[in-house]
C-alpha cells in the first residue's frame, strides 16, 4: 500500500512558477512509476508528466512541454513539479499517482494509487 500526499499548490499570477510535491509512504516507493495529473473544472482528467523509477525517463504532455519539470528523490520518497511560466489554462487540481508496473506512464487507468490533490490556480 502507497499512500500519496500532495502539497504547494496555490494563487499565482500568469507567468508565474510553483512548485509540487508529492510525498509518498511504503518503502517501494523507488520502483514506481510516478506521475502528475490534473482535472480542470468541467473537463477531464489529463496526463501531465510522468518519470519512472530512475527519473532518468521522463514524459510530458505537449501542452506543459517546456515550462514543467518532473523530478524524483527516492531516498525521500517525494515526487516534485516545477512548474514554470504558469498560465490560466493552467488552473486545475493536481494529482500525484503511482504505477507499479509504469508500461503507459500517461494512462491514468494504470496507476494503482493516487493523491487527494492539490489545487492551483493561476489568474490573468
Known amino acids: 500500500q502507497v499512500q500519496l500526499v500532495e502539497s504547494g499548490g496555490g494563487l499565482v499570477q500568469a507567468g508565474g512558477s510553483l512548485k509540487l510535491s508529492c510525498a509518498a509512504s511504503g518503502r517501494t516507493f523507488s520502483r514506481y512509476t510516478m506521475g502528475w495529473f490534473r482535472k480542470a473544472l468541467g473537463k477531464e482528467r489529463e496526463f501531465v508528466a510522468a518519470s519512472r523509477w530512475s527519473g532518468a525517463n521522463t514524459y510530458y504532455a505537449d501542452s506543459v512541454k517546456g515550462r514543467f519539470t518532473i523530478s524524483r528523490d527516492n531516498a525521500k520518497n517525494t515526487v516534485y513539479l516545477q512548474m514554470n511560466s504558469l498560465k490560466p489554462e493552467d488552473t486545475a487540481v493536481y494529482y500525484c499517482?503511482?504505477?507499479?508496473?509504469?508500461?503507459?506512464?500517461?494512462?491514468?487507468?494504470?496507476?494503482?494509487?493516487w493523491g487527494q490533490g492539490t489545487q492551483v490556480t493561476v489568474s490573468s
Open positions: 499517482a503511482a504505477d507499479q508496473v509504469g508500461v503507459w506512464p500517461a494512462r491514468a487507468s494504470e496507476y494503482d494509487y
